[in-house]
Nanobody, 126 residues
Framework: QVQLVESGGGLAQVGESVRLSCAAS????????MGWFRQAPGNQREFVAS????????HYADSAKDRCTISRDNAKNTVYLQIFFLQPEDTAVYYC???????????????????WGQGTQVTVSS
């Protein structure tokens, strides 16, 4: 079955950077678009960024496009999210997600994604 496993979260200071990883298995990773979402305490899950199967096409939330970079390594079945200049409002659980079918460049709606990881916590301390 499809498994998505996030890692790389933890405690960081304001202004630092973090790189989150999501290792995928159980699917032909190189054929799937991937997305990152986050959920802060008391808030709904929100879109951060997505990337197509090739890595050439990306899409960011307005709140993320200046400080986040999504990338992928198809040889490693891994998608990454790098967040620069961390702020307290970046504190959240970060999830990666994959759509049901390959070849679909999924966008910013969580309903477009079928498979989800368990999440990795990022806590930004000032």
């Amino acid at each position: 079955q499809v498994q998505l496993v996030e890692s790389g979260g933890g405690l960081a200071q304001v202004g630092e950077s973090v790189r989150l990883s999501c290792a995928a298995s159980g699917l032909t990773f190189s054929s799937y678009a991937m997305g990152w979402f986050r959920q802060a305490p008391g808030n709904q899950r929100e879109f951060v960024a997505s990337i197509d199967w090739s890595g050439y096409n990306t899409h960011y939330a307005d709140s993320a496009k200046d400080r986040c970079t999504i990338s992928r390594d198809n040889a490693k079945n891994t998608v990454y999210l790098q967040i620069f200049f961390l702020q307290p409002e970046d504190t959240a659980v970060y999830y990666c997600a994959a759509p049901l079918r390959p070849g679909v460049f999924s966008g910013s709606y969580s309903a477009e994604y079928e498979y989800w990881g368990q999440g990795t916590q990022v806590t930004v301390s000032s």
